[in-house]
């Protein structure tokens, strides 16, 4: 359900029953270089979580593999006690190696030790949402994600977890999934040049299922595109603003977790998300991942 936001960009959605802002902040760049180890400045990545709360953001994605676990510890130190109205969503099933991997840790006594450390770092009794994380560093992988997801539906169960998702998960693996237990959500990779999932996203808006793009600016290679320099020229606008507001616009299902370690790029994703399209801006850009 989409409903107006007074403070923020593309209102809010409902995950089940809990109602969190269509813009989030992913806090994966919070961690040290290569998302691994501290912050070079652990003040100035709580006051990007601060600012985040202060703007009125109540999505905050995180993950136990980032820093691994450093993220979430972060998160605590800066927002604990949390606001009534602040969701974090975090994700299970994959570690961190010592070269910087990412290999996949999905077995039964991998995935219920990730819920644990989740809930301790983090100072929760239960998780608000947890994705389980498929396929590997090179994108979704075809297969059954039907043990682990029953390992999460054990744990919602157990009432350590109170909605689920998956992530990096193919179509098939999404209806999968919820032959087996309902899905709040699903977080994959998306963006202007990337679309591969634009069927899904409307099959889950049909069915009141946010979709939370990962990477909607490009990831480690930034968006790059004369269409979209060409709009956001015409709109007197940086080009990641018009990324950005071109996935509110693009279905009322998607919600943003734009990820920054800066108080003043967290404050232009916020005002740039804000950009308002005409139809014509619409068109353009959508030739760029067609």
């Given at each position: 359900?989409?409903?107006?936001?007074?403070?923020?960009?593309?209102?809010?959605?409902?995950?089940?029953?809990?109602?969190?802002?269509?813009?989030?902040?992913?806090?994966?760049?919070?961690?040290?270089?290569?998302?691994?180890?501290?912050?070079?400045?652990?003040?100035?990545?709580?006051?990007?979580?601060?600012?985040?709360?202060?703007?009125?953001?109540?999505?905050?994605?995180?993950?136990?593999?980032?820093?691994?676990?450093?993220?979430?510890?972060?998160?605590?130190?800066?927002?604990?006690?949390?606001?009534?109205?602040?969701?974090?969503?975090?994700?299970?099933?994959?570690?961190?190696?010592?070269?910087?991997?990412?290999?996949?840790?999905?077995?039964?006594?991998?995935?219920?030790?990730?819920?644990?450390?989740?809930?301790?770092?983090?100072?929760?009794?239960?998780?608000?949402?947890?994705?389980?994380?498929?396929?590997?560093?090179?994108?979704?992988?075809?297969?059954?994600?039907?043990?682990?997801?029953?390992?999460?539906?054990?744990?919602?169960?157990?009432?350590?977890?109170?909605?689920?998702?998956?992530?990096?998960?193919?179509?098939?693996?999404?209806?999968?999934?919820?032959?087996?237990?309902?899905?709040?959500?699903?977080?994959?990779?998306?963006?202007?040049?990337?679309?591969?999932?634009?069927?899904?996203?409307?099959?889950?808006?049909?069915?009141?299922?946010?979709?939370?793009?990962?990477?909607?600016?490009?990831?480690?290679?930034?968006?790059?595109?004369?269409?979209l320099s060409a709009v956001a020229a015409r709109l007197d606008a940086t080009p990641m603003s018009v990324a950005l507001a071109w996935l509110l616009q693009r279905s009322p299902n998607l919600l943003l977790i734009p990820g920054?370690?800066?108080?003043?790029?967290?404050?232009?994703?916020?005002?740039?998300?804000?950009?308002?399209?005409?139809?014509?801006?619409?068109?353009?850009?959508?030739?760029?991942?067609?």
């Amino acid at each position: 359900m989409n409903t107006p936001s007074p403070s923020l960009p593309g209102g809010t959605w409902t995950l089940g029953d809990l109602t969190v802002t269509r813009l989030g902040y992913g806090a994966m760049q919070l961690a040290g270089p290569g998302v691994m180890g501290p912050p070079g400045d652990h003040d100035g990545a709580l006051a990007v979580l601060r600012e985040a709360a202060a703007l009125g953001i109540t999505h905050i994605d995180t993950a136990g593999a980032y820093g691994p676990r450093v993220t979430n510890q972060l998160i605590r130190e800066a927002l604990h006690p949390y606001s009534a109205s602040l969701r974090i969503v975090t994700k299970v099933g994959a570690v961190r190696d010592q070269q910087g991997g990412w290999p996949p840790a999905r077995r039964p006594e991998d995935l219920r030790r990730a819920v644990h450390e989740n809930l301790e770092d983090l100072g929760l009794d239960a998780l608000d949402a947890v994705n389980l994380r498929l396929g590997d560093a090179r994108g979704p992988r075809p297969g059954s994600l039907a043990e682990p997801f029953e390992t999460l539906v054990e744990l919602q169960q157990e009432g350590l977890i109170r909605h689920l998702g998956v992530s990096n998960a193919t179509a098939e693996q999404v209806a999968e999934a919820q032959t087996i237990a309902p899905i709040v959500c699903v977080q994959n990779m998306y963006n202007l040049a990337y679309r591969q999932d634009d069927e899904l996203i409307d099959d889950l808006a049909a069915k009141g299922i946010a979709y939370v793009p990962f990477f909607p600016l490009g990831g480690f290679t930034p968006l790059q595109s004369a269409a979209l320099s060409a709009v956001a020229a015409r709109l007197d606008a940086t080009p990641m603003s018009v990324a950005l507001a071109w996935l509110l616009q693009r279905s009322p299902n998607l919600l943003l977790i734009p990820g920054t370690s800066s108080v003043a790029h967290l404050r232009e994703n916020v005002a740039g998300a804000g950009l308002s399209l005409s139809d014509e801006d619409l068109a353009e850009l959508d030739k760029i991942g067609r």
